[in-house]
């Protein structure tokens, strides 16, 4: 059994993932805010009456969606699930770095 866990390669797939901060909208996304900001700012810049092309080159400001009851409603467990991946990935980076001062520590 393995132990630890491999820090490159969570980093890794860190770095590959869409850019934090994520945050969950209380309904049943989770989102990049980065990209939030850089569709607000392209979506002002379009005219009402773009053609559907034009839309679709936004940039996708969604990184995962859960369960949802009715509409866009997130279920119970869905919102606690969103609220938790939210929350991991803005602390993975600190999480890894903490870990690599404390390994070093240990090892120094």
Known sequence: MKKGCD???LARLAAEA??????FNSYSGVF???????????ESKLAEDAPDSEWGKLP???VCSVPTVAGDTGTEQG????????????AVPLLLAEI????????G
């Open 7 to 9: 820090l490159d390669e």
């Open 79 to 90: 919102r606690k699930d969103a609220a938790y991946i939210a929350a991991a990935c803005n």
């Open 32 to 42: 990049s805010e980065p990209r939030v900001r850089e569709y607000d700012e392209a």
């Open 18 to 23: 869409t850019p934090g901060p994520w945050f």
């Open 100 to 107: 690599r001062i404390l390994r070093a520590r240990s090892t």
């Open 60 to 62: 996708e400001p969604l």
